[in-house]
């Protein structure tokens, strides 16, 4: 069974940084996508916005709106995915979840990824 498990959410002020973590087990696939999600207050129906995702051939990508703010590395010796994010900012408030799909490929939407983590709070106070 893959269990995604993040940590580190919380709040922070308006320019602050943060790094979230989430240990990945059970997961044995050669092929993998594994990055993060976030989910704004009051966004519609299922919509997550895709923070960024790294794969198995080394590749980073990231979403338009954190571009330039956020890094995602994966410590495969520890299991575990990282994003670190600075200057943030209050539209960065929202849950962010640790996802992962055994295929590569571009960010693509929420809905392509098969596991899911429990998700992390982050509030960003202006």
């Known amino acids: 069974e893959v269990r995604l498990v993040e940590s580190g959410g919380g709040s922070v002020q308006s320019g602050g940084s943060l790094r979230l973590s989430c240990v990945v087990s059970g997961y044995t696939a050669k092929s993998y996508s594994m990055g993060w999600f976030r989910r704004a207050p009051g966004a519609p129906g299922n919509e997550r916005e895709g923070?960024?995702?790294?794969?198995?051939?080394?590749?980073?990508t990231y979403g338009d709106s954190v571009k330039g703010r956020a890094t995602i590395s994966l410590d495969i010796t520890r299991n575990t995915l990282y994003l670190e994010m600075n200057s943030l900012r209050v539209e960065d408030t929202g849950m962010y979840y640790c996802?992962?799909?055994?295929?590569?490929?571009?960010?693509?939407?929420?809905?392509?990824?098969?596991?899911w983590g429990q998700g992390t709070q982050v509030t960003v106070s202006s």
């Open positions: 923070v960024g995702v790294v794969d198995s051939d080394g590749l980073t």
């Open positions: 996802v992962a799909r055994p295929w590569i490929g571009p960010l693509g939407a929420w809905y392509e990824y098969n596991y």
